[in-house]
């Protein structure tokens, strides 16, 4: 007797979906805020590098497949962290135009907070 095959869309956009039919998947480690975000990048991408290293076994594939949820975890955090970014610096864009001192100021603060934080990941990688 065989089981059935289940086809499953990997293609997708929207992981969050997959997750709730398929509650036996791993949830990866949180990134709940961009630090967080870049240093599971940092060490998840490290890992990735070294399972891809020689042959692709079936264990390592399960592995790939296990690091992969914390690597999208980041990455989806990345994204929302840098929309806000785009809307802090439009704010600086606009206070600039208006010559609205305040505005500038406090999001510009804000945005090199974290942005610098994005630059500062890149040079600790070279």
Known sequence: MTSPVIAHD???KDH??????RP????????ENLTQALNNLREYNKLLNTELSGELTPQKMAEIHQLTYTL???LERLDDEIDEMK?????????????????VKKNGAKYLEASNKIVEAGRAHK
């Open 72 to 74: 999208e975890r980041a």
């Open 16 to 21: 969050k979906h997959d997750e709730q039919e």
């Open 24 to 31: 036996d998947h791993y949830k990866g480690k949180p990134s």
């Open 87 to 103: 809307d802090v610096l439009e704010e600086v864009h606009l206070g600039s135009e208006r010559m609205e001192l305040d505005r």
């Open 10 to 12: 990997h293609g997708k």
